[in-house]
């Protein structure tokens, strides 16, 4: 959820670290850089497998696509080949067809042939005997109506066998084709495999496209913060060496340094004592996120109510800040400071000494806060404490 919510508000985040809150003290601030440069860190590792996968899907894509060209060119010579045996089915057809009827010509005229010799008998060969001029002429007369008997039952001897031949032929063709036609279907259902694979991959190279944008998008994001975190460090640290110039300048000027003496805060919003957000873990009132670090304690009270000192001290500074608004800081000695954000008005001013009790501005909404309050921290040795501590 942190990564989700760090997306989508990478913006607002970067323009609220540009400006310091002091919500921590800089070890932590720089513990979360760190952390920023470990998930940029694992974040580009992401990248990179993931960059990875869609090369070799693509190379995968590349692969099938030369098969899927190889299984077109098979079905488009399959389909050549059928047509090829449909047209020598067709012909084998027609000569069938022709040998058919000319057997069965050839059988006709044999059956006349056989018919007139048989029919006329004796009376035939008779005739035959006297038509001849001798012996010879009659012999070979005979011989010659015998050979034609013969050549009869060759001729349709040859034709029977030519058909059957050219039956066989057929049925070889048509046994042909027909496994023309599984090589073609089994090719099909190939192509048709590839195609979803190569479909299935193409839709894996989306999602990998969409999810290199996204770690890119995160991937700047987190630069972003990180650079917006290096300017909070370098800040932070400026005003910290700032303050202890400060106080060696008026330590060496003879004026008098803040020490805290351990006596109980003042609470600095008088009349008021609801608080309406404790110290520690808390769900963020702006972004949502669960268990944000509350460093302070929220108490409600009106726009314009006095926010006064909690105990004598030094302001340490007093601006304005895109997260705490107009807010102050109070120096009590000992490494110990009050907190004060989100004033409508600053009353005080950096250096200025302040009694227990004495106004310093005036309650309000500023920076990132969702309605009038004061939120009222303490520090000790750069770290954020519970005030309950010192409020009694």
């Known amino acids: 959820m942190k990564k989700v919510w760090r997306l989508i508000f990478a913006v607002s985040l970067i323009a609220v670290l540009a400006f310091p809150s002091y919500a921590t003290s800089i070890s932590e601030e720089e513990t979360k850089k760190q952390e920023l440069e470990n998930e940029l860190k694992n974040a580009d590792d992401i990248l990179e497998e993931l960059k990875d996968k869609k090369n070799d899907a693509k190379e995968y894509i590349t692969a099938m696509d030369q098969k899927l060209s190889y299984i077109e060119m098979e079905i488009a010579s399959l389909s050549a080949q059928m047509d090829e045996k449909n047209e020598e089915i067709?012909?084998?057809?027609?000569?069938?067809?022709?040998?058919?009827?000319?057997?069965?010509?050839?059988?006709?005229?044999?059956?006349?042939?056989?018919q007139f010799l048989y029919e006329g008998g004796e009376t035939k060969v008779i005739e035959l005997f006297f038509s001849s001029d001798s012996i010879a002429e009659f012999l070979n007369k005979a011989e010659y109506t015998n050979e034609l008997a013969a050549y009869d039952r060759m001729m349709l001897e040859e034709m029977k066998a030519n058909s059957e031949k050219i039956q066989q032929t057929k049925i070889k063709l048509e046994k042909d084709r027909e496994s023309l036609k599984e090589l073609k279907e089994q090719q099909s259902q190939q192509r048709d495999t590839v195609e979803a694979l190569m479909d299935s991959k193409a839709a894996q190279v989306n999602i990998f496209n969409k999810q290199i944008a996204q770690t890119q998008d995160e991937m700047k994001a987190l630069k972003e913060e990180i650079a917006a975190q290096?300017?909070?460090?370098?800040?932070?640290?400026?005003?910290?060496?700032?303050?202890?110039k400060e106080a060696e300048e008026r330590a060496k000027k003879g004026k008098t340094v803040t020490t805290y003496n351990g006596g109980t805060f003042t609470w600095p919003a008088p009349g008021y004592s609801t608080i309406t957000s404790g110290y520690a873990n808390r769900v963020d009132p702006i972004t949502g996120e669960p268990n944000a670090y509350h460093n302070g304690i929220d108490i409600g009270a009106p726009y314009g109510s006095d926010i006064v000192a909690a105990h004598d001290g030094v302001v340490a500074w007093a601006y304005y800040s895109q997260t705490a608004g107009n807010f102050i800081g109070i120096d009590h000695g000992d490494g110990l400071y009050t907190v004060y954000m989100h004033c409508s008005k600053l009353l005080v001013s950096e250096n200025q000494t302040v009694k227990a009790g004495e106004t310093i501005g005036l309650v309000g909404s500023t920076g990132r806060s969702t309605g009038p309050h004061l939120h009222f921290g303490v520090r000790l040795n750069g770290e954020y404490v519970n005030p309950m501590e010192y409020l009694g």
């Open 90 to 114: 067709k012909k084998a057809k027609k000569d069938l067809k022709r040998a058919q009827k000319e057997m069965k010509r050839q059988y006709a005229d044999m059956k006349k042939r056989i």
């Open 230 to 244: 290096e300017a909070v460090i370098k800040e932070m640290k400026e005003i910290e060496e700032k303050r202890r």
